[in-house]
């Protein structure tokens, strides 16, 4: 018997190559109107970017000339001119008090709420309650929430939190301070989160029930950590409002330039007492200001925007490290 010829498969035809399109249209073509409105963009983006590199520009330049290394190790004095009058080690030390009280703070509660917002959402009534809340936080002036906060702190419930004398809490601490800028950073972490949260497809859940895994632990084992670097640009970027807050520094922790101690074991001493951070401490030195010392200003300026500037590379670095990781829509 011959063996039955078999005739090989017919290759597939090649895809075809996708064509390139040309706009339908230049600006040249458009209405006087649409081009006035254009050129009124342009311009308009021209000027923002032109002030806020203005602004960083000067106040690099200006800090540049009066930084030492003195004013980071030494703490703020009494004197008569700026050379006897020391750093500003005090309000440097506390600014990353409060950064690390009010994130730690912000951050597992704003995950929390953007996990139910997102994955739960029952009752319907209360995640629409919570997501007004949280986008009412996100518009209040910080001097409403300061002033908020010293009714809370100054109670007598929360008398450990703060110095107290004779009965009297005075409500201005570390902590109260720390709690009151958790609440500036929420709404930013909890919208942050809610987009990576949102931005991974419904079948990559599908796919873990599949498997038998429970909501709770989809979310915990596969959403949260895709979505990790929202998270982290979600603290960074409630970092940077944090340590550029002065309403609630100056209602909360109090007018002094250094630390006011209490009597208890360390660090509560430290966290219950008064001081100031790098805000504070340019408001006070301003020109304007009871300090009047515009050079140690300038300088404490300087390091503030570094630690600002510092935390938005990091928000970019963050970006791109998820954008080379690739996309769920790759």
Known sequence: ?????TKPPAKAPPEPTPRKFKAAESAAAWKLSDRIGLAVCWALGLLFCAIAAAIVIYLLVQG???VRPDLLTTSPKTGFSQAETGGFLDPLVGTF???????SVALPVGIAIAVWL???????????IVESTVEMIAGTPSIVLALFGTVIF?????AFLSRTSSGIVFGRSFFAAGFMLSLV??????SATREGLQAIPQHVREASFAVGKTKAATTRRILLPAARPSVATGAMLGLGRIIGDTAIIVVLLGATQNFEKTGSVWPFNYLQGAGSTLTNYVYFNAPTGEGNQPQKAYAAAFVLLVLVLFLNAAVDVVHRQSRKAGSWNS
Do not use: D, H, N, Q
Not at 1 to 5: F, I, L, N, P, T
Not at 154 to 158: M, R
């Open 64 to 66: 540049i000339k009066y």
């Open 185 to 190: 950073a929420l709404p930013l972490v909890v």
């Open 1 to 5: 018997m011959s063996a039955v010829k």
């Open 97 to 103: 008090i409060v950064a690390v009280i009010g994130i």
């Open 154 to 158: 100054s109670s007598t419930a929360l």
């Open 118 to 128: 997102s994955e739960f959402g029952r009752p319907f009534a209360l995640a629409r």
